[in-house]
């Protein structure tokens, strides 16, 4: 990968010039904690911290968390909040996560609804303030600023039964911050000099002790932000003193390289660095030490070289916030003189395109499995590898499907089914983000559902004798289907000896999910009795008729 970085770099530098595009700043219409402002830049008072996913990007603004489109125009709100102040996102995207610092609780949002689908009480955990995810694991920072009452907790969030957290690692005076990269965590706490950053093997839950990062003998300098290259699993550090970002072999504990500030001056201060998820590129944050002013620097991970820089004047960068999803970058920025934030995302980071089919069935049936297909294929022509997609689906009534994840295969092709509940419109999207180095993609298809044709059949005797009880069964369904509820109408048609017709409903019948069913009658005049059986249909299933004929004799005397 080494290579294509140093090739993609020479690109860069020359299609954009340093802190020439700087990308889109949105407002997002809500004013922070204004931090404090000194020699180390602007230190983030409360909120700021974003990730991305399900289409949006989150926000957190103490009392609130601010719901935006990817290019920084707000969208809506999720209210009511005490102190959020710390963000994660689940691989894939499934779920986002909320530190509540003041009501010292973690919410858990679906990213689609925005709607709050759980809580979790962390009162033995008072003021959890900072947040690291690998897929349904959390580790969370936590302390109140009083010694010995911080420190790390792990969870396991899964869909049914949450674990209670579990301690990882010492007490600490405040909470730590707190990075995961593949089987690598790292700690440190901020704000505290010297400072020590924590590494554990996270192979083994809650965590393993590998060792801890002093730098040397004097410890390292005041950390600001803290992050993992999940690619190489080196801690990556923003230091208040270094004026660089340092990248640390969590092997052996010692520094592995630096990351300088391109075009910064000496004294401009290392706000927040984070790692891209494919570990194709570290994203470093700079403050100038008035607070004034803030730039993003776009390094090769491997050689440190500068491949992009973007600058912006009079705001000044959050610290900690940067996040990333698919083909973009954020920050938050916020305003020094009135701490009204702002969502900064450069421009898309990817130098190739790509293209994304989705072929959906000629003919769908409610209740029936129905197989769509496509193909990722990548600009280059080369095989885009195992990539997994999104899928979002919608009723004909434009209600959302819960969401899913599809996995292509190396050559890019991919399959999935789907069993439509009702008859009408559906709607299916696919989505690929991209990723460092291609442009994401997406392919959307439409599918007119017809109701579930039923077969409707009924059993019972040929004969009978008055007085005697006739018991009948039947079936609509086929195997594996499972049906809504419905009604069974059952109708006697009477021909007697005499020529004479009668006719009479007999009581409605409530099929069982399978489609199975059953009624008696107990005849009492001898005939040719018909019984005609009717399911009702609806908007799932069509009605259907069948009959059954019993010859009826009068009993031998």
Request: charged share 15%; aromatic share 8%; net charge negative.
């Amino acid at each position: 990968m080494a290579g294509s970085l140093l090739v993609t770099a020479g690109l860069l530098v020359a299609q954009s010039p340093a802190a020439a595009a700087a990308g889109v700043v949105g407002d997002l219409g809500v004013v922070g904690d204004l931090g404090v402002v000194g020699d180390l830049g602007v230190v983030a008072g409360r909120g700021g911290d974003v990730v991305a996913g399900g289409g949006k990007v989150f926000v957190a603004a103490d009392d609130r968390i601010v719901v935006a489109s990817y290019d920084g125009r707000p969208i809506g709100t999720i209210g009511g909040l005490s102190g959020a102040v710390a963000l994660s996102v689940s691989d894939g995207a499934r779920k986002v996560y909320a530190a509540l610092r003041d009501s010292n609780e973690l919410i858990e949002i679906d990213p689609v609804t925005v709607a709050i689908t759980r809580r979790f009480d962390l009162t033995a955990y008072p003021c959890p303030s900072t947040l690291a995810q690998s897929h349904d694991r959390l580790w969370i920072g936590y302390g109140c600023g009083e010694a010995g009452e911080g420190g790390v907790v792990h969870l396991i969030a899964s869909a049914t039964a949450p674990s209670a957290p579990v301690r990882v690692g010492p007490a600490t005076t405040r909470p730590p911050l707190v990075a995961v990269g593949g089987a690598t965590l790292v700690a440190g706490e901020p704000g505290v000099s010297p400072a020590v950053v924590r590494v554990y093997d996270v192979n083994t839950t809650p965590g393993i002790p590998r060792g801890e990062i002093r730098g040397d003998a004097d410890g390292l300098p005041l950390l600001r932000d803290l992050a993992v290259d999940g690619d190489t699993s080196a801690a990556l550090t923003a230091l208040a003193d270094t004026h660089r970002f340092d990248a640390w072999d969590t092997t052996t504990l010692t520094q592995a390289r630096a990351y300088d500030g391109g075009g910064s001056s000496e004294h401009d201060v290392p706000a927040a660095v984070a790692a891209s998820p494919d570990g194709a590129y570290v994203v470093g944050g700079w403050n100038s030490s008035a607070g004034d002013s803030a730039k993003l620097v776009v390094y090769d991970p491997a050689t440190a070289e500068v491949i992009y820089e973007a600058g912006h004047q009079g705001k000044a960068l959050i610290a900690g916030s940067i996040a990333f999803h698919g083909i973009y970058t954020w920050a938050v920025l916020k305003d020094p003189g009135t701490g009204r934030m702002h969502l900064w995302r450069l421009p898309p980071s990817p130098y190739h395109s790509s293209s994304l089919t989705l072929t959906a069935p000629a003919a769908a049936t409610a209740l029936t499995q129905s197989t769509f297909s496509g193909r990722l294929t990548l600009s280059t022509g080369s095989p885009p590898g195992v990539q997994t997609l999104e899928l979002y689906r919608w009723l004909p009534d434009g209600t959302y499907r819960p969401y899913q994840e599809i996995t292509t295969a190396a050559d890019g092709t991919y399959e999935f089914t789907d069993t439509p509940p009702s008859s009408g419109t559906f709607r299916y999207q696919v989505y690929w983000p991209g990723n460092s180095w291609f442009d994401g993609h997406g392919a959307s298809a439409t599918v007119t559902v017809a109701p579930y044709q039923p077969v409707l059949t009924v059993t019972g005797p040929a004969t009978g004798a008055v007085g005697e009880r006739l018991d009948f069964s039947g079936t609509f369904g086929a195997d594996g289907v499972s049906f809504p509820r419905t009604t069974i109408i059952v109708s006697r048609k009477v021909v007697g000896p005499d020529g004479t017709v009668t006719s009479k409903a007999l009581p409605k019948v409530a099929p069982a999910a399978d489609g199975s069913f059953g009624f008696a009658d107990t005849p009492a005049t001898a005939g040719e009795h018909t019984y005609i059986v009717t399911l009702v249909g609806n908007s799932v299933i069509r009605s259907a008729n069948t009959s059954h004929v019993v010859t009826v004799l009068q009993p031998d005397a």
